[in-house]
């Protein structure tokens, strides 16, 4: 089977600008997590989509959004970047909302200039 | 809201030795899982415990959830055991909140 997958492993923007992250989920996968972790600390919950729908949300502004594909595959979208969203973007599929361990991917981590 | 607490934050080991990791939360939970974060940044599963005792070769956890804690054992600890190892828990929302997390380095 396959693992979860992120996409760009690297990336670096402008303050102000807008940034795309994709995640392709573990075969057998219906449930998408995004967190964000900073350096030296832990993942911080951003939203979760199910069934292609967000239906969890941390304490992320609006300006960070999402989606979520029929294939289950799903993408974080920042908009107005800014300098403290350079992170470790991490996304976690799973069989279902809550009740089953998470499969990470490897991350997309972001620096902003 | 639910506090993690991970205890030691950091670890010292020889190669062979062995370790107790220990995972407090403040409040009920129904789900807890174990992560090892290798120094590439993977978040690697180890455990997925809401309450009772899994092993996975050298690697064991155990979580009393009526006490509040979990436990993560590493016995002979080898030198890519190294890197910081969470505890996630999620209390019947849709997220997992992270421990502080436990820095391990394992010497050769």
């Known amino acids: 089977e396959t693992g979860v997958t992120q996409s760009p492993t690297h990336l670096i923007k402008t303050r102000g600008q807008q940034v795309t992250l994709r995640c392709s989920s573990q075969?057998?996968?219906?449930?998408v997590s995004w967190y964000q972790q900073a350096l030296g600390q832990g993942p911080q919950f951003i939203f979760q989509y199910y069934r292609e729908e967000e239906n969890g949300r941390g304490n992320f502004p609006p300006r960070f959004s999402g989606l979520q594909f029929p294939n289950y595959s799903s993408e974080l979208n920042v908009n107005a970047l800014e300098l403290d969203d350079s992170a470790l973007y991490l996304c976690?599929?799973?069989?279902?909302?809550?009740?089953?361990?998470?499969?990470f991917g490897s991350g997309t981590r972001l620096t902003v200039v | 809201g639910i506090q993690v607490e991970q205890s030691p934050p950091d670890l010292i080991l020889q190669e062979g030795a062995n370790s107790t990791l220990r995972c407090n939360f403040s409040d009920s939970v129904n789900n807890l899982q174990w992560f090892h974060q290798n120094p590439w940044g993977q978040l690697i599963n180890l455990f997925y415990?809401?309450?009772g005792t899994k092993q996975n070769g050298r690697l064991s956890a155990t979580t009393v959830a009526t006490e509040r804690y979990s436990l993560l054992y590493i016995s002979s600890s080898q030198t890519t055991d190294s890197g910081v190892y969470f505890c996630a828990v999620n209390a019947g929302t849709y997220k997992y909140i992270f421990g502080t997390g436990t820095r391990l380095k394992v010497l050769a």
């Open positions: 415990i809401p309450s």
């Open positions: 075969s057998g996968h219906n449930t």
């Open positions: 976690a599929s799973s069989k279902g909302q809550v009740d089953y361990g998470y499969t």
